[in-house]
């Protein structure tokens, strides 16, 4: 086989390197860089679906707080379940005190359209509780829906009521038309129960349309998109598919990932897809599909750089090797009889390469260097068996020190990592810190604005009260006056009654004056009768005065009838007079004075309300001060956490290249010491004298 020229071999030599080279630097860059882009895509896919399913489950909580707050209040508000089942007008004593707190829960809790409070219909009115309105944006007490008019099982008119009811837990129902209000909605709903008997339910209505146009909003890539199904794989809302339909149906592999738990945050990779979903905390299931070429786009677009380059390179190579080849080929082929001499590295003085000095060619010249680079060499073989020596020392000690150095960079790289992810995790809790404080300050306010309506209440209190006690104290002197003026007219009018005796003993006297009246009639009339003519006259008298007593007699009689009527009416005066004062200075007065005492309690159980709601005011006034304080604090400690997490992640790559740089160090040493080993190879060959 004719054996190829120097400059035919170099540029082949060179050519095959780089084409090796290039296939193996460029299929493992190819290699790598698309699995850490794919890696990379789904991390990034992952952490997107991370974000939005928090935004709609921050909603989520948000309504479950306002609904468990509401609850606790109804609660609170009814302190005799007894009386409550039997007390019409307890029970709207009871839903009056919870209807200004439902109204400021729903007012702050975004997309409720309803909140109500129902009672159980089997002990209350079928209308009883409350139905707060906000759907066309002001807020309206509406008659809450009549049980009586529905059967239990009438799930599109009731079944918001009887399903929590029969689950004995809160629920979040999937999205139904309520046939009531004619909206498409999503509802959360408590159960109430006092001592294992259903009191009622409370729950809130949100707005599905708005959770369909958050999720019809995102965009994933150029055409991904995003959807929601239910617990049992019912779609709630896809852009090409109908509310309702089964997922089973519609894609039976999709559907069997939803079903299995352990898929979920995972990036499937189905059919032309990659699909990956989130279980939000109401049980519905959030789930992103995107194209997986586009997911994978930036892997591909990497591999076809990694190529491009790698032949460009390869292109180079070539030129560079033709270049060189000829270049260093041209004078080995006329210095090849002088090279051979020198080629087994003998540098004793050789008296066939001094005759190469004379030639006055390139060769020649070649042959002057070659002489003074052999006298040279020996010059440096010496000097290099000093150095590699110590080369040697400090090269192993350079080794140790780089492989410290990469230790280190790799442990700080790790550890730099991990505390990045730590600050990611403390700035989402921070926020959420600081969602939760802006809830608690309007809260504050709230209660503030309760206890200022409570000020201003027990100062009207103790007005009525002191207005009361005057009053109360005016009627009961003019009572008191009252009473002693009866008492004394009575007691006059019974002494003035007591002369209707003296009638008796007049009526006694003229009786008796009667009696001999007739008596003297009788013997006039005897003796008149012995006179005869003489006495007729007197007889006439006698006559007259006979009757005159007979009259007399007759008069007192109905006299005594009288004054015994006046007498019994005077007993019968005497006896109401005694009763009407009894009753007045027994009870009456009595009472007046209990008045007094109850007017004056008011009065100072106002002053003991008013002092205890300028003591809420002013603790509150504290507390919404602290609350301010603090979420100002969390919000600087929020920027130093994004700023630090900003400084980790600068760390992180910085430590990541320090990293990178000991490793290149490492193969430097690695390769010093190479040189180093061949350099007393090297020595090792030279022949000196």
């Not at 002057?368 to 400090?394: F, P």
């Not at 009525?464 to 009018?493: F, G, I």
């Not at 003229?510 to 006495?535: D, F, H, K």
């Not at 400690?637 to 290149?664: L, Y």
């Amino acid at each position: 086989m004719k054996k190829l020229k120097m400059k035919t071999n170099i540029i082949l030599s060179i050519l095959v390197v780089v084409l090796c080279s290039s296939i193996i630097i460029g299929g493992f860059s190819a290699f790598y860089s698309k699995k850490t882009s794919e890696e990379q895509a789904r991390q990034n896919l992952k952490e997107t679906l991370e974000e939005r399913a928090s935004v709609m489950d921050t909603s989520i909580l948000k309504v479950e707080q306002s609904v468990n707050s509401l609850s606790q209040i109804t609660y609170d508000s009814i302190a005799d379940f007894d009386q409550f089942q039997k007390d019409t007008s307890y029970e709207e004593e009871c839903t009056n005190k919870i209807k200004i707190p439902a109204a400021s829960l729903q007012k702050n809790t975004d997309g409720a359209i309803t909140c109500y409070v129902r009672y159980n219909p089997k002990f209350t009115n079928p209308k009883s509780g409350i139905f707060l309105d906000y759907s066309s944006g002001e807020l309206q007490y509406l008659e809450p829906t009549d049980f009586s008019a529905y059967d239990s099982t009438d799930t599109a008119h009731v079944g918001w009521y009887y399903t929590p009811v029969e689950a004995g837990k809160p629920i979040w129902m999937d999205p139904y038309l309520n046939e009531n209000i004619n909206v498409y909605m999503i509802s959360y709903v408590i159960p109430l129960f006092i001592d294992k008997t259903s009191l009622g339910i409370v729950g809130m209505d949100i707005d599905f349309s708005q959770i369909e146009n958050q999720v019809a909003e995102e965009k994933f890539y150029k055409t991904g998109y995003a959807y929601l199904v239910s617990g049992n794989n019912q779609i709630l809302y896809h852009k090409d598919y109908d509310i309702g339909t089964d997922m089973e149906k519609v894609d039976s592999q999709v559907a069997k990932v939803l079903t299995e738990t352990e898929q979920a945050e995972k990036v499937i990779h189905i059919g032309k897809n990659a699909i990956v979903y989130k279980e939000l905390s109401n049980g519905m299931k959030y789930v992103i599909c995107v194209p997986y070429a586009e997911v994978m786009q930036e892997s591909t677009n990497m591999s076809c750089m990694i190529v491009v380059f790698s032949l460009l390179c390869l292109i180079f190579a070539f030129i560079f090797a033709c270049f060189v080849g000829i270049t260093i080929a041209k004078p080995f082929e006329e210095m090849t009889a002088v090279i051979k001499e020198t080629a087994e590295l003998n540098f004793k003085k050789n008296p066939y390469a001094a005759k190469f000095k004379n030639y006055n060619n390139e060769v020649g010249e070649m042959s002057v260097a070659i002489h003074t680079m052999r006298k040279k060499l020996r010059g440096m073989v010496h000097l290099i068996q000093s150095e590699s020596h110590q080369l040697h020392e400090d090269i192993e000690r350079l080794k140790v020190s780089s492989d410290e150095v990469m230790h280190m960079a790799e442990n700080n790289k790790d550890l730099t990592i991990g505390i990045a992810e730590g600050m990611k995790e403390t700035d989402a809790a921070t926020k959420s810190i600081q969602t939760n404080i802006e809830a608690m300050t309007e809260g504050t306010k709230e209660i503030s604005n309760l206890s200022q309506a409570g000020k201003k209440l027990s100062s009207e209190i103790k007005v009525r009260a002191k207005e009361l006690e005057s009053s109360t104290q005016k009627s009961s002197a003019q009572t008191k006056t009252m009473y002693e003026q009866v008492k004394n007219d009575a007691e006059n009018a019974l002494q003035k009654s007591k002369a209707v005796e003296k009638i008796n003993t007049l009526t006694s006297a003229i009786g008796e004056i009667s009696s001999q009246t007739s008596l003297l009639a009788l013997n006039a009339s005897i003796e008149a009768a012995r006179a005869g003519e003489a006495g007729k006259g007197f007889a006439v008298v006698a006559s007259e005065i006979g009757n005159l007593s007979q009259q007399t007699a007759d008069t007192v009689a109905n006299i005594d009838e009288i004054v015994s009527d006046v007498n019994d009416a005077v007993r019968e005066i005497a006896s109401c007079l005694d009763m009407t004062m009894d009753f007045m200075g027994e009870t009456v007065l009595t009472d007046y004075d209990n008045f007094a005492d109850i007017s004056s309690q008011y009065i100072k159980d106002a002053n003991q309300v008013e002092t205890s709601m300028v003591s809420v005011s002013q603790a509150i006034e504290i507390l919404t001060e602290k609350m301010q304080k603090i979420e100002n604090e969390v919000k600087e400690i929020s920027q130093t956490i994004t700023n630090a997490n900003d400084g980790v992640a600068e760390i992180a790559n910085q430590t990541s290249s320090m990293s990178e740089s000991s490793h290149t160090n490492k193969e430097i040493v690695d390769h010093s010491q190479e040189g180093i080993n061949k350099i007393y190879g090297i020595k090792d060959m030279f022949t000196l004298e």
